[in-house]
């Protein structure tokens, strides 16, 4: 060995001893980061992504940040390819030695999988490669191609992912029959359970004279089941609280939270309710104000929450899912009459709500017989019902369910009193003033609804009201007549062509009526006027609750009456 060669040898050793050190570094760091800094296994990968030979060797240059793994010698290097191992300072020398006299080297080998390539033959060249700042080498690469993406980012946890998201596409054929489909996940071992949804999907739809196949299970599943829901967490912009999700990621957590409200609340929730329960459901913060401050001294629910995600639409229903709170008292049942003949409109399932003030209560024969008689009598009137027994506040629970229907609908045995502390007391105050969902009181009066009356004053919660009167008039072919109740020197006609020019959009004709004077009194003159049977108007607006509890409301006071059913919006 001459001269120079000795000293390139020398230069060489000091090069992989100084490398050395910074693996073990790196290794250290990495594992304080719960993190791993190993090459990946080539034939590992190669199973788990199904990938197979996809062409011939070709010669060209690769960018060596990514080449990820090795086919033989993924121990010997970690994953920015610095020498693990102290015996191997020989060879690695020779190779820099080599480069650094001009002999050079001959291309690598490797395989390609992805955007990702794995070592077959040249490890240490890639090594002192890197170490010497090149940017690409010459290797001969053999093209590999898997169903799912490989990119030199991805840790070995990914890669298994990856892996399973292969497996689930060959047994769907997914990606080829539902061209652009993206269900990847960020968690190992979700795809087990999406095979289970699409199995349980294939037992129901094999019939006795008709087998389905899991591939055709799997695209209505796909069509008819995750699609819609992942529109809809698209829709509603749900992945900003999740930025290191996935859609798929949220649509399999949100089949948990269906579960384990459907255990919790003993009602069969649908994965859009789970949705709406997400995006309206108060964060901790709000929580923990919500119990500092009495029920009815909250601020009453924003104009418009309640049908964000709504339109009006001749071919969308929109009540689906009605809450009925019901009790062993004989006379608490007219709000159940009252929905058996709104079912016969609308196609809606009544949730029914039994509250009850211990467990003692929950569990006694009284409680199951309220709640078998709710599903007898629904079931008797051809209308899909269940009831849950709960115990606690009956406003509460209310509430804590409201946001996964689309009306509440409540008995007015106890209308609000008349005075301070009588509202103070008030559950039905209480639910009308907070509730997220549109409230239908029931008065014991049940009727047959054809003719109705919207009360409007052109305030937000008023232009709520209409939209609900819309659709009612347009969905049920109701007889519709407006009135305005005026103060003051407030323009009666600039009010009325408000309402005009709205339904005059969807090709709805009514009667109008301006009233002035004290609001309550006017609205039950004008519903006698045109033989009303429903009345639909704003809630409370959101002033100062305080000033609504000294003063009281046009709601509490039409509520008093107990005249027809009031729709509150």
Known sequence: ????????????????????????????????????????????????????????????????????????????????????????????????????????????????????????????????????????????????????????????????????????????????????????????????????????????????????????????????????????????????????????DLYLWLCDHRDELSKRLSWEISLTQAI????????????????????????????GVWRCHRRLDPAFWLFREVLVPVSSQPDQWQVLDQLLQWAEREPIRLLGLHVVRSARQRDSAAARSVVQTFIDRCATAGVRGECAIEVGAIGRAIRERARLVDLIAVQVNHPP?????????????????????????????????????????????AEEALYLATYLAARWHLALNVVTVLEGNASAEQVRLRAFRYLEQYQIAAGYIIERGEPASAIIHAAAQTRADLLVMGGYGHRDPLSDLVIGSTTEALLRARQLPILVV
């Open 1 to 248: 060995m001459d001269e120079s060669t000795n000293s390139r040898m020398v230069a060489a050793l000091h090069d992989f001893q100084r490398l050395r050190w910074r693996a073990d570094i790196e290794h250290l760091l990495a594992r304080l980061r719960g993190q791993s800094d190993d090459l990946l296994p080539f034939e590992e990968v190669r199973q788990r992504v199904r990938a197979s030979v996809a062409g011939e060797r070709q010669l060209r240059e690769i960018p060596l940040d990514a080449i990820v793994g090795s086919v033989g010698r993924y121990h010997d290097f970690n994953r920015n390819f610095l020498p693990r191992r102290d015996d191997d300072w020989q060879r690695w020398s020779r190779v820099m030695a080599a480069v650094e006299s001009w002999h050079g080297w001959p291309p690598i080998e490797v395989y390609q999988i992805g955007d990702a390539y794995f070592v077959i033959d040249g490890n240490h060249r890639v090594s002192v490669a890197r170490q010497m700042g090149m940017d690409h080498i010459q290797a001969y690469v053999i093209p590999l191609q898997s169903r799912v993406p490989i990119d030199p980012s991805m840790t070995l946890e990914e890669v298994i992912i990856a892996g399973e998201y292969a497996g689930f596409l060959e047994a769907t054929r997914l990606d080829t029959l539902r061209p652009g489909c993206d269900l990847r996940v960020t968690v190992a071992g979700q795809y087990e359970k999406l095979r289970q949804q699409i199995e349980h999907l294939q037992q129901r739809l094999t019939t006795a004279d008709t087998a389905s196949s899991f591939v055709e299970a799997a695209c209505i599943w796909y069509d008819q089941v995750y699609r819609p829901i992942a529109d809809l967490i698209q829709e509603r912009g749900l992945l900003r609280d999740f930025p290191q999700r996935t859609t798929t």
């Open 276 to 303: 709406d329960d997400l995006a309206e459901a108060p964060g901790r913060a709000e929580q923990l104000l919500e119990r500092m401050i009495p029920d009815n001294l909250e601020p009453a629910t924003p104009a």
């Open 417 to 461: 009193g008349s005075s301070p502390l009588a509202r103070l007391a008030s559950g039905l105050r209480t639910i009308l003033r907070c509730s997220v969902r549109p409230v239908l009181a029931v008065p014991q009066t049940v009727t047959q609804v054809e003719r109705l009356l919207l009360a409007y004053d052109g305030s937000r919660k």
